[in-house]
Nanobody, 125 residues
Framework: VQLQASGGGLVQPGNSLTLSCVVS????????LGWFRQAPGREREIVAAISRSGGGTWYTDPVKRRFTISRDVDKSTVHLQMNNLTPEDTAVYFC???????????????????WGQGTQVTVSS
């Protein structure tokens, strides 16, 4: 599985940004996807996940009601819509894939086998 993340950039607080992760080598029906982020000096953390059925999503508490993970099966792409961004959202964002299907298992980094390169998101005025 190859993952290509894009969409990062510099935005002002309160604005929105959408990240995209294009998947090749597998269909989205075969894999679950997660978005992770790593801020300077901090450990990488999971932000959101979507199950391979597309029917289950999970978010870490700080991004609930602000971020939305979705997928476009036809384009083999998973998106992360990020609204009302704050400086605390500044990080390098990564997408990752796993064959696991159960949503509760998708919250651990250890569940993921394939990682894309990161895309930088900077929230600053």
């Amino acid at each position: 599985v190859q993952l290509q993340a894009s969409g990062g950039g510099l935005v002002q607080p309160g604005n929105s940004l959408t990240l995209s992760c294009v998947v090749s080598g597998r269909t989205l029906g075969d894999i679950s996807l997660g978005w992770f982020r790593q801020a300077p000096g901090r450990e990488r953390e999971i932000v959101a996940a979507i199950s391979r059925s597309g029917g289950g999503t999970w978010y870490t508490d700080p991004v609930k009601r602000r971020f939305t993970i979705s997928r476009d099966v036809d384009k083999s792409t998973v998106h992360l819509q990020m609204n009302n961004l704050t400086p605390e959202d500044t990080a390098v964002y990564f997408c990752a894939a796993t064959r696991r299907a159960i949503l509760s298992s998708l919250t651990s980094q250890n569940a993921y086998d394939n990682w894309g390169q990161g895309t930088q998101v900077t929230v600053s005025s």
